[in-house]
């Protein structure tokens, strides 16, 4: 089954919807969540090509963390925390391309496997692997 995608002002599906968490999500935390976030923006901060990007876009990252937080946590456990506009904050990066969001992934999926079981991590991938073709197709930079 294939995921469809809004076309609304976030356009992504990722955190619509409040609820019972996703069935692949139950036991994950928001301490789970919190870490992973911390962790995964950790080593995205110090990552060759990530790393320039973030240090330019991100000025309060006690604030990013927050919402990514909050992103995560609507994604995997529906608690409707997030309301953000993800597809215009990306749209204002210039230079912003594919490789973005596969380095991204790269990095997201090592983090969580780090982290989490292995359900767990595939909870989070199965998202972020969503969010990175949604991104890519909404934003027009193709595979």
Known sequence: M????????YGLAVTEDVGIPHADAEGITEDLI???V???????????????????HV??????LARMTDFWSAALLRTGRYS???VEQHRSIDGLSDGHFSRWVELFEATVRDLC??????????RARRMRE?????LGLGT
Request: hydrophobic share 30%.
């Open 84 to 86: 953000g506009r993800p």
């Open 134 to 138: 949604g991104m890519t197709k909404v």
């Open 59 to 64: 000025h309060e990252w006690e604030t990013h």
């Open 38 to 56: 911390v962790e995964f923006y950790r080593q995205a901060r110090r990552d060759d090509w990530l790393g320039p990007v973030f240090e330019s």
């Open 117 to 126: 079981s292995p359900r767990h991590a595939e909870a989070f991938l199965v």
């Open 2 to 9: 294939s995921p469809s995608y809004s076309t609304g002002s």
């Open 34 to 36: 919190h870490a992973v």
